[in-house]
DNA sequence: ATGAAAGCGCTAACAA
DNA sequence: TTGTTAGCGCTTTCAT
């Protein structure tokens, strides 16, 4: 296992260059050295050092992940999304976390470079001018994640979340509930609960409710849990919209425990369909975001940037999807 | 930023050698020749390849993770706390799922090789011989993570997960219940599910109780969902044991289903003490297992093992603790 | 304290 | 169809 490309050739009895031919498939080689050159590379067990491949094609087969934590939430699935389709295309991944930190994922782009990947996809809670010129800088294919860039000149791969909460007021009102809280961070939220909470706003002063917000102090579900129960001191609540599914969770367990009954008291509508909600009682309603296609579609779409493959668009919008549980339905069966 | 170490030499009027040495800070350089060196850097923008510094050096800096899922349970904050202490050490990581197939795994530190890692952390549901065998062949040091080596060959990092089920027994014996059975996948279990499973047997035989395995399909959710259900037409537990927190959430909710209180009719206890354990009503008793620690220390290891650290042993038992939550609590308060 | 030069293991012209 | 030969951008002896 620690031959090289020159012990392949002498064992075979060719030059490196016909060596290289087969293991890249990079032109036509007569089947009978093929074969002698397959013998060779079985015998003495080679296997390519990709490191010097890398250096001498200025390709590396490898992607750079900045992700603000693969532990939060469902990211890991959006991070096996990627890693799946990576492989596909023969690419691997180099993993990296950065808190959502400005600074730190600027940093991180630059050690990709560094590393030589050749692309990137990335994921911020907030993007930022600073974020576009280390971008043009680094001169790398890089697809945003399921991170909005307001100016559309990065690619992107989304989902349209003013409409997903648009459609969840909808939903709710069909349902007769009229005094819809939204759970989410003020001031500091991230962009997809900014655009969640304008599409709330949006649909709210179009069906002529007033909108209501529980503020949190951190988007988790310490802070909804607190933030709900001090809430209901106010008691004007029909129905809860986390701006997530833990936050939601959340608020579901601050009814439970002020004796509420979900859903006859409170409905409660969560975002993103994680495991987390299949996995209370009641089973929460939420808007489904395809966790896993993000990270594949990211990929692929990467996979044709890096191909020079004609893309029709930058900016992909995946579909969402209201998930109808226990939490929201009017006739409880049991 | 596409400037390399010979642009830099010329400009600050030195030998490629030289800015080699302040890069690395590899030899002593006279203050004032680094300081030109660090000048023409900055004015380049010049950043080191480290991929031709990878072939020249043959360390590349990163390191190959190689887990079943980085989406399943916790194994994403296990991932994470790799990734923390290998950034401290300066290295990075390269992340693949291997869905616990053996073949793939053994494809796959093959693969690590070719990216020239400088180590391998390693998680597999069961450790084979090819396993090993392979590992020997890569001659690369590999650290097991929740992973464990019958024969104590590789370096590894783990709890006792049997004296832990055992710790759960004498947990509930000393509250007074005797008919506690076991959720388990049987058959094709994880190793770590045999271990519990093993000291689950032993602690009843010694409190001379009967075991009762409530045997699963799979080790999920739904699989435990499902046994469970069925298994209470028999209706003779009083406390259960699931051999994760998935399935002990599953066992919970079959209770909730089935119009049983917890903990009065039945306790409930899980392993792992993920987030979900505090997403449920009543909350979960488990036994917490150090998740983001597995990945730090067997990283922390690792780089011991790359700087040719002594290390006092290769095995390393991290503790375990009983986390009581209201899912055992004898006087509910609500 | 610094420089010269030989690789590291491969790819990719260019020849033949 | 195959071989020769430059590099790729760096580290690392070995001199000086």
């Avoid at 002498?10 to 260059?17: H, I, N």
């Avoid at 087969?61 to 389709?85: C, H, N, Q, Y």
């Avoid at 023969?90 to 590393?115: F, P, R």
């Avoid at 005094?179 to 962009?191: D, L, M, R």
Wanted: charged share 25%; net charge negative.
């Amino acid at each position: 296992m620690t031959a090289t490309i020159y012990d392949v050739a002498r064992e075979a009895g060719v030059s490196m260059a016909t060596v290289s031919r087969v293991l890249n498939d990079t032109a036509v080689v007569k089947e009978e050295t093929k074969k002698r050159v397959l013998e060779a590379i079985a015998k003495l067990s080679y296997r390519p050092n990709a490191v010097a491949r890398g250096l001498a094609s200025k390709r590396t087969k490898t992607i750079g992940v900045i992700v603000p934590d693969v532990s939060a939430g469902f990211m890991a699935e959006l991070v096996r999304g990627i890693e799946d389709v990576a492989r596909m295309y023969n690419y691997h991944i180099i993993l990296c976390n950065s808190d959502g930190m400005v600074q730190k994922e600027i940093d991180l782009v630059g050690t990709m470079w560094e590393k030589q990947v050749d692309g990137i996809i990335f994921m911020s809670p907030r993007l930022r001018s600073e974020h576009i010129d280390t971008f043009e800088e680094a001169q790398l294919p890089i697809v945003l994640c399921r991170t909005d860039d307001p100016e559309r000149r990065i690619p992107c791969v989304n989902i349209d979340n003013r409409q997903a909460a648009r459609d969840v007021v909808d939903f709710l009102s069909a349902k007769g509930r009229t005094a819809i809280g939204f759970v989410g961070a003020a001031g500091n939220e991230s962009a997809i609960t900014s655009e969640r909470k304008e599409g709330y706003i949006a649909a709210m002063n179009d069906h002529g409710y007033e909108p209501i917000f529980i503020d949190t102090a951190k988007e988790d579900y310490n802070s909804a849990l607190l933030a709900v129960r001090t809430h209901f001191a106010i008691e004007r609540c029909d129905a809860l919209l986390g701006a997530n599914d833990e936050m939601a969770v959340a608020a579901l367990h601050a009814c439970y425990d002020a004796g509420l009954k979900v859903p006859q008291d409170m409905m409660v509508v969560g975002f993103d369909n994680t495991k987390l909600t299949q996995m209370t009682r009641p089973e929460l309603t939420t808007v489904a975001q395809p966790m896993y296609d993000y990270g594949a579609v990211a990929m692929r779409f990467l996979t044709k940037l890096l191909r020079d493959e004609p893309v029709s668009t930058y900016t992909v919008i995946l579909p969402h999807q209201i998930i109808e549980r226990t939490s929201t339905t009017t006739h409880v069966k049991r």
